[in-house]
């Protein structure tokens, strides 16, 4: 199937939705690609549709996904998008043909069994929602059953509408692990901890930049209330130290740390009958698509790899637009403003018309840099690890392999790591491992640069696809 | 930092890095400079194949069994590191036009001391059992093996400073020094790390090694070639050789610019199987090529139907140093004394550098090489070379890259 | 809108599932968290990062391998395999 198309919109969760919308109505024909089943992303995933109506239970930001998706609705009804769920871009191309679109997109079923056909979308425009997932940092035993990332947990209650576990620990570092838990909490889950690496005092001086967002205080207030009534210990400058199993999670160490995240002695304890464990240390954008683009990126305050976007979310890339967080992890607040204006931009790309609510978007930006501050990945988290702690977890590639790849072949970045030690080179392409392997591969206290990133964030194929699939490609 | 050296090589790819390890076995003190990171050129972008195969009768197979010998003998103690694998390769013939050519080859090699055997359809079935039904029968090829090409670099060097040699990564080089009398010779390079003085400085910089003589002021005609290679997802071991079909050969020896690709599939121990390759001479354009990835596709699955319900997790491409006659670049260049080369191996270069490397070594410390390197010798393209107006366009649409 | 439960078989044996939920969700559910085994160590695994970015919780669904099973929404006689 050939989609043709004035603006492609890859991903529909809060930027995609709104982006999808903003060109919509700008007048622009819109096709919309995304792996999903129905439209939300992770942020507003939620039981299919044809089971359950969303009731928005344990949603934030709900009226506005509520009034986007009326709009996103709306749209298609009268023909101005075409939604293709149920697809993952492989393969996303620039033309460079005058006279004809300027980028194609090859898809893929997300799902063999779901019956998607596979499309090819062409447009003069694109703009690229992909989003993010939680960024991981390996300790012993995270590669055991019942370790889950902390929004992969969020995800599944929100999807599935039960819990994965009984007894939970979370642990990472931001405000995202707040929600998390008191998502476990409310529906039905016991949360014997979570902990977090930083200290809330750490946020103090950056307060000044936060005010501007009390939308963001509000949602602090309500996790208080919640961790209150569920009586949830919150335990700041802690960590795991290790995941007990043996074959699958059955307990915790942990540790309090000093605000380098070094382990302080005497300080240990241990969580027993515990079945799920959450770990979170932020967000790393779903940089592929971008990066396969050729868009100039840059590092940003958490250490991410980001794209460069102008005032009209524009990247240096003529006619490709980024929002959400592969412009800079936000959140949803901003991802929905950066894609409103990104739609409308790539609707109108010759008019000046002003983007809309720049100072919000300012402000966001700035609210999120200050949390980014507040919660850095811990300078000394490297010496968590032992020698065969695993870090790879696709290829078992384990800190010790890296570590001396790095010493005794000179490799410093997840290039060569995956080259020398297979890290990376698995079923997830490094999307799990490439920010620890790289950091290993800077060095004790070191976070990787945005070459060493973009090194990893390199995936010719954006998604797996059948090699039947390429054997019919038409050209 | 501009301690003189005996030797100082340019580049740490395997061929590079087969030179400074050989040269430093010599007793020569050795410095290795790259641009970047060991291997981070083609030598990380291809199959790491040792082949016997594919040879043409004449110096390439003659090299190609002297390096053979030095990877067996000389580096035995290594294997390991980087995972050389015995596997034997397996060429395919699946018409009667094919087959009646690939035996014709075969009663060649075979004179030439070529282990080769003949696989008839249930020799072949028990070989491969995957095999396509088309497939009429093939030639067994037990000395051609396989080794991940960047840990042959990467260790190649680490032993080579072991010995005494030194490297320096990101050290591009910018111009070389020259002898005022002397009639110019090259004695060293500039880098913006400062200057290397050496008493030879040899050229190991694979595709860029054009680019880099022209500095010296000689022509090298080393041109790209680009190739792709697709990887499937983890599988348990389904194809057990280097298989290839007997198409390949011909496309090896072709200078036609258009693209070709004939099916080469082979099992890692990754459990991940690779499928090569294609052939294209577009300069260094690195935009992904769907209709690359599609005739690789169709080809593989016509060898091998059961890949078609496998999926691709990755691809990756790399650019073949070739010469316009198809023979490496080996040796002294009489044109800028002072001067070697060892480049331009086309998709041979993993399996002949562990020759290259020991046979130039040699001839660095003025010994008679093991093999006669004059058919490799860089002044066969003349005072000028012979492809001069197409090499600088290539060469500029790199320097855009 | 459907809400009866499906039934799905896991390595031969039947499985209730909520109408919509994931396969990994009807298996974690049910108290099941690995179904996979590594190619190299031989070491259990199930659901992790929850959706379809890691690919740990691999399943076969209906001879198709190598499914995630985060994704995949569990029907009416599916036939689930671990590896």
Redesign the interface.
Known sequence: MSVTADVAVVGVGPAGLAAAVAAAEAGARVAVVD?G?QPGG?FWRH??E????ADGHGHHGWSTYLDLRARFDAARGAGRITYLPGLQVW?A?RTGLPGSAEFVL?TTA?????GAAPATVAADRLVLCPGG??RQLPVPGW???????A??????IK???????KRFVIAGTGPFLLPVAAGIAEAGGKVLAVLESSSPSAWLPHLGAATGVPEKALEGAEYAAVFAKHRIPYRTRSIVTEVLGP??AEGVRTAKVDADGRVRPGTEREYADV?VVGFGWGFTPQMELPV?LGVETRLDADGSLVGVVDERQQSSVPGLYLAGEVTGVGGATLAVLEGLAAGAAAARPDSHVPVKQPAAIARHRRFARAMHHAHPVPAAWQDWLTPDTTVC????VTAGEITE?RD??????I??LK??T?AG?????G??CGFAAGCLGAGPGEMPDAGSLASSAK???AA?????E?????? | MSQSSDVLVIGAGVIGAATAYFAAQQGQSVTVLDKGLPASGTSSACEGNILVSDKELGPELELTRYSLGVWHNDLEEHKKLWEFESKGGIIVASRESSLASLNRVMAVQNSYGVDVEELDQAALREAEPHISPEALGGASYREDCQVQPMLVAAHLVRLATEAGARFIADTPVTGFLRSARDGGRVTGVRTPRGDFPAGAVVNCTGTWAGELAAMAGVEVPVLPRRGFVMVTEPLPPMVHHKVYAAEYIDNVGSSDAGLQASPVVEGTPAGSILIGSTRERVGFDRKVSTAALGLLARNATSLFPFLKDVKAIRHYHGFRPYCPDHLPVIGHDDRAPGLWHAAGHEGAGIGLSAGTGKLLAQALAGLTPDMDLSPFAPARFGEFGSVRHHRNSEHREEATA | MTTQPVTISFDGRPLTAAAGQSVGAALASQGITAWRSTRKGGKPRGLFCGIGVCFDCLVTVDGEPNQRACLVEACEGMEVEGS
């Open positions: 792996a089943n992770q039981a299919p044809s089971v359950r109506e393969m191309e090859r997300a799902v063999a069994s779901s997932y939680d590669e055991l059953p019942g370790v889950m990332a929004g992969g947990i969020q995800a599944f999807a599935n509408g039960v819990l994965p576990g074959d699958k079945d396969a977890r696709c290829e078992e790849a005794s072949l000179g490799a410093r970045d290039r060569s080259s020398f297979r080179m698995g079923w997830c392409q999307r799990v995936r010719p194929l797996p696809v059948g090699i039947g390429l054997a019919a490609l038409d050209n």
